[in-house]
Nanobody
Framework: QVQLMESGGGSVLAGGSLRLSCNAT????????MAWFRQAPGKEREGVAGTSIADSLTHYATFVQGRFTISRDAAKNILYLDMSNIKSDDTAMYYCAAGSRRSLRQSELLFATSYTYWGQGTQVTVSP
């Protein structure tokens, strides 16, 4: 089974930077895509950034493109979300996800239905 554990969240000043980590344990064949999602109180869960494992292609939500970077350390089996120029609207619980579908369209990288495994989330709170 794939187990995901997020870390790195906390309070950050607007305009600041933060690195979120997703430690994927017991990772085996069958995971083809990974992504970061977020959910703010009273709002739907939304895709932030996704990546395909085989070719490392990435796709970003328009509201974070140019500010956030998704990457994976294959040796350490960790997925990262590097957040810069953080805005107040970035306040949310951030979740790591892993999917077992072999092929996804670029847009589907940001669809929650594309993923099977989910972490418990790490809270990011942006302070003015």
């Amino acid at each position: 089974q794939v187990q995901l554990m997020e870390s790195g969240g906390g309070s950050v000043l607007a305009g600041g930077s933060l690195r979120l980590s997703c430690n994927a344990t017991k990772y085996t064949y069958g995971v083809y895509h990974m992504a970061w999602f977020r959910q703010a109180p009273g709002k739907e869960r939304e895709g932030v950034a996704g990546t395909s494992i085989a070719d490392s292609l990435t796709h970003y939500a328009t509201f974070v493109q140019g500010r956030f970077t998704i990457s994976r350390d294959a040796a350490k089996n960790i997925l990262y979300l590097d957040m810069s120029n953080i805005k107040s609207d970035d306040t949310a619980m951030y979740y790591c996800a892993a999917g077992s579908r072999r092929s996804l369209r670029q847009s589907e990288l940001l669809f929650a239905t594309s993923y099977t495994y989910w972490g418990q989330g790490t809270q990011v709170t942006v302070s003015p």
